[in-house]
């Protein structure tokens, strides 16, 4: 388990310095999708909803980020502003 948490620090991470860096660019990033293949509480599936979760949090601290969200067939896109 000590491996799948340091790959999603890592990526979480390399998230924030990207969006970090590029503040002139508004950034849609896209969730990661839920696996119909596994159980719905299957580890795989946990860490990708507390993957989610991060990256929505990150997306809301920054005013040029959104989260596109992928809820089954559904595309959400929370409070995009095209101005």
């Known amino acids: 388990m000590a491996f799948y948490f340091h790959i999603f620090k890592t990526a979480l991470n ?3 310095e990207f969006i ?8 849609i990033l896209t969730g990661d999708p ?4 596994l159980h ?3 580890f795989v599936n946990n860490e990708k909803r507390k993957y989610n979760r991060s990256l929505l949090k ?7 980020t959104k989260f596109l ?8 896109i929370q ?3 095209y101005t």
């Open 79 to 81: 409070d995009m502003d």
């Open 69 to 76: 969200e992928q809820e089954g067939d559904w595309v959400f």
């Open 34 to 37: 839920h696996r119909h293949d």
């Open 40 to 42: 719905s509480h299957s």
């Open 14 to 16: 390399l998230t924030t």
């Open 20 to 27: 970090n860096l590029d503040n002139s660019t508004n950034i």
């Open 58 to 64: 990150i997306t809301k601290a920054t005013g040029h």
